[in-house]
T-cell receptor
Framework: AQSVTQLGSHVSVSEGALVLLRCNYS??????LFWYVQYPNQGLQLLLK??????LVKGINGFEAEFKKSETSFHLTKPSAHMSDAAEYFC?????????????FGTGTLLAVQP | KAGVTQTPRYLIKTRGQQVTLSCSPI?????VSWYQQTPGQGLQFLFE???????NKGNFPGRFSGRQFSNSRSEMNVSTLELGDSALYLC???????????????FGEGSRLTVL
């Protein structure tokens, strides 16, 4: 069965500091991997996705993630945090087999940005 | 292009009642998925519809049901509500073809259900 594990339910950084949100996946086949962001009282918005092309994926708002098969990781980074980055971030995996859009989400990481 | 629209945004029900939530996908999107989000269980997949057919279902009791109409709009229904059904219900649409995942789900803002 596929799953994702997000290490750290809460992460706090200072404005301008590096953001690193960790995600490890478990999958018996090469997966599709995603990062979504959720702002308060809103739905989820796609930040970036890995679908087996380049292992370094660039997304919106300056975020990027690197797929590392040997470490089964897909960590999300941003060089310099901005106050507007404060939100909850979800890593997700999808089974590439079969006709389905089903995503398995991690438990989320709440990012706080301190001035 | 309008996004995914969910109605109602907020609703309060009492135990034993039933509720119907509606989702209008992005124009042209034929795939609609539903997720339940709670503080304890996180985001859990409920079901997915494509061209009026349910093609995947999560591990939820039969009280949870859904359907999709010919215009791709979808509804989900929860009967005999329990306190534990209090959650944010999120709908997502995709331009996925019959072949499967395109790589992006577009989410609505959700319907927040409170069961008293």
């Amino acid at each position: 069965a596929q799953s994702v594990t997000q290490l750290g339910s809460h992460v706090s950084v200072s404005e301008g500091a590096l953001v690193l949100l960790r995600c490890n996946y478990s999958s018996s086949v090469p997966p599709y991997l995603f990062w979504y962001v959720q702002y308060p009282n809103q739905g989820l918005q796609l930040l970036l996705k890995y679908t087996s092309a380049a292992t370094l994926v660039k997304g919106i708002n300056g975020f990027e993630a690197e797929f590392k098969k040997s470490e089964t990781s897909f960590h999300l980074t941003k060089p310099s945090a901005h106050m507007s980055d404060a939100a909850e971030y979800f890593c997700a995996v999808s089974d590439r087999r079969g006709a389905t859009n089903k995503l398995i989400f991690g438990t989320g990481t709440l990012l706080a940005v301190q001035p | 292009k309008a996004g995914v629209t969910q109605t109602p945004r907020y609703l309060i029900k009492t135990r034993g009642q039933q509720v119907t939530l509606s989702c209008s996908p992005i124009s042209g999107h034929r795939s609609v998925s539903w997720y339940q989000q709670t503080p304890g269980q996180g985001l859990q997949f409920l079901f997915e519809y494509f061209s009026e057919t349910q093609r995947n279902k999560g591990n939820f009791p039969g009280r949870f049901s859904g359907r999709q109409f010919s215009n791709s709009r979808s509804e989900m229904n929860v009967s005999t509500l329990e306190l534990g059904d209090s959650a944010l219900y999120l709908c997502a649409s995709s331009s996925s073809t019959s072949g499967g995942l395109t790589g992006e789900l577009f989410f609505g803002e959700g319907s927040r259900l409170t069961v008293l």
